[in-house]
């Protein structure tokens, strides 16, 4: 017996098959998975077809039973997580329209001076190092300052520069370009520069995440987010 003699035995018609009335069923084409009205309808199908004198095994009626509330337990679950997934979303882009208008510490080497003068900012260390240094330099790459900041930590190392160079002169304007370097006992250490730059505008990225836009630096996600000021 073929698969569609089997169908029909059964009482189901075929994806795409022909209905009783001769006119052709296109409900169903393209479809390549069972929903819970398809395993419903199979399920009474082989209750109705059943041989009396070999009915349907109870163990194996349980299962199917299972099997049915299983994959309506599951399908509810998607549409639940769905829900949640788009509540959350809405929720973070609200959460980073907070940002806007505030200063943010992020990794990046472009810094712009204070209305005081000089930078702030920090060095991320990977590992504890016994010798960790920031060097600034202007817009054409000329140093201005470097400043050794010893031994360090594993995490974020804070350091402020007045904005006065090796000679003594203001620094000017900026903007600023920041490079750290560190090292230990086994050789150099991970270290990168993190700056604070103000946060002018908030937008969804292409990972439906909001991103923040930050002069001088790009957009960056909420993660690279350090420091909050």
């Known amino acids: 017996m ?20 001769g006119t ?20 009474t199908a082989q209750l109705k077809n059943q041989d009396p004198f070999e009915p349907v095994d109870n163990t194996q ?3 199917q039973m299972a099997q049915f509330s299983s994959l309506s337990g599951i399908t509810e679950m998607n549409t639940t997580l ?3 997934s788009e509540k ?31 930078i702030a900012g920090a060095v991320a260390l990977a590992d504890n190092a016994t010798d960790v240094s920031v060097t600034i330099s202007d817009p054409n790459g000329k140093i201005l300052k470097t400043m050794t900041l010893g031994a360090q930590d594993k995490g974020a190392v804070a350091f402020d520069w007045d904005g006065v160079t090796e000679s003594g002169d203001p620094a000017g304007d900026g903007p600023f370009t920041v490079k750290v370097s560190a090292r230990n006992a086994d050789g150099t250490v991970g270290a990168a520069p993190l700056v604070w730059a103000p946060v002018s505008t908030v937008s969804m990225g292409a990972d439906g ?3 923040l836009t930050l002069p001088g630096i790009g957009q960056i996600g909420l993660s690279d987010v350090w420091q909050v000021g």
């Open 24 to 43: 052709k069923d296109n409900s169903n084409l393209g479809k390549t998975e069972m929903d819970q009205s398809d395993f419903l309808t199979l399920m």
């Open 88 to 118: 959350l979303a809405g929720t973070s882009l609200g959460d980073a329209l907070g940002y806007v208008g505030k200063t943010v510490l992020t990794e990046g080497s472009n810094a712009y001076p204070r209305t005081s003068g000089g």
């Open 61 to 63: 009626m349980v299962a």
């Open 82 to 84: 769905k829900a949640i």
């Open 2 to 21: 073929d698969f569609d003699s089997t169908l029909q035995t059964l009482g189901i018609k075929r994806y795409g098959g022909s209905s009783q009335s």
């Open 209 to 211: 995440q909001p991103r």
